[in-house]
């Protein structure tokens, strides 16, 4: 079980604006950066979002946003290579560990 | 650019050792904090263990702790993963990833697999 709570999964047509979630409590999103990483067919994990910085080469249509312990990763056009599993990540004070989340699989229609 | 190569994995039976290297060029090595994540087949990322940039501080998964020791060279630019008593579990994908803010950043290794299996 995992400390931060993503959806299994969320699908979406090309063009539509889908927003994933991450929830945890206090002691992790709440205090802390929250990073979100895509991962195509089980590749390297590849930065899309960190805190609410866009890693270069990201298109912008991916914005992240946090309110209280609850973490948000949207994509504003989606697009067919969008397509891929994506993970939350962020230091729990209470646990003094690297948390992530269950991964959310997106599918584009 | 940033560069992370990992190696060091392998095929391995239980309760053997394997150790695992993570080189790093292209940035300031001494001043980053380094993460160690792993996946196992078919699962999400699991994060394994975190080395603060001076080496002051480790942290562990309870899952791994005990059995594996994270540890860096400032020197060499060089973060390893001292992996003992060697289960199936551990059986994954190892990734090193360097760290800000307390969580891997937009810079990660390839990779490198550990096969756990007799």
């Known amino acids: 079980q995992s400390a931060l709570t993503q959806e299994a999964s969320v699908s979406g047509t090309v063009g539509q604006k889908v927003t994933l979630s991450c929830t945890g409590n206090s002691n992790n999103i709440g205090s802390y950066t929250v990073a979100w990483y895509q991962q195509i067919s089980h590749g390297a994990p590849k930065t899309v979002m960190f805190?609410?910085s866009l890693p270069s080469g990201i298109p912008d249509r991916f914005s992240g946003s946090k309110s209280g312990t609850t973490a948000s990763l949207t994509i504003s056009g989606l697009q067919p290579e969008d397509e891929a599993d994506y993970y939350c990540s962020t230091w729990d004070y209470s646990l003094s560990a690297v948390v992530f989340g269950g991964g959310t699989k997106l599918t584009v229609l | 650019q940033v560069q992370l190569v990992e190696s060091g994995g392998g095929v391995v039976q239980p309760g053997r050792s394997l150790r695992l290297s993570c080189e790093a060029s292209?940035?300031?090595?001494?001043?980053?904090?380094m993460h160690w994540v792993r996946q196992a087949p078919g699962k999400g990322l699991q994060w394994v263990a975190s080395?603060?940039?001076?080496?002051?501080?480790?942290f562990y998964a309870d899952s791994v702790k005990g059995r594996f020791t994270i540890s860096r060279d400032n020197s060499k630019n060089t973060l390893d993963l001292h992996m003992n008593s060697l289960t199936p579990e551990d059986t994954a994908v190892y990734y090193c990833?360097?760290?800000?803010?307390?969580?891997?950043?937009?810079?990660w290794g390839q990779g490198t697999l550990v096969a756990v299996s007799s």
């Open positions: 080395l603060l940039y001076d080496g002051s501080q480790k």
């Open positions: 292209g940035f300031t090595f001494s001043v980053y904090a």
């Open positions: 805190g609410n």
């Open positions: 990833a360097r760290g800000r803010q307390l969580v891997p950043d937009e810079n």
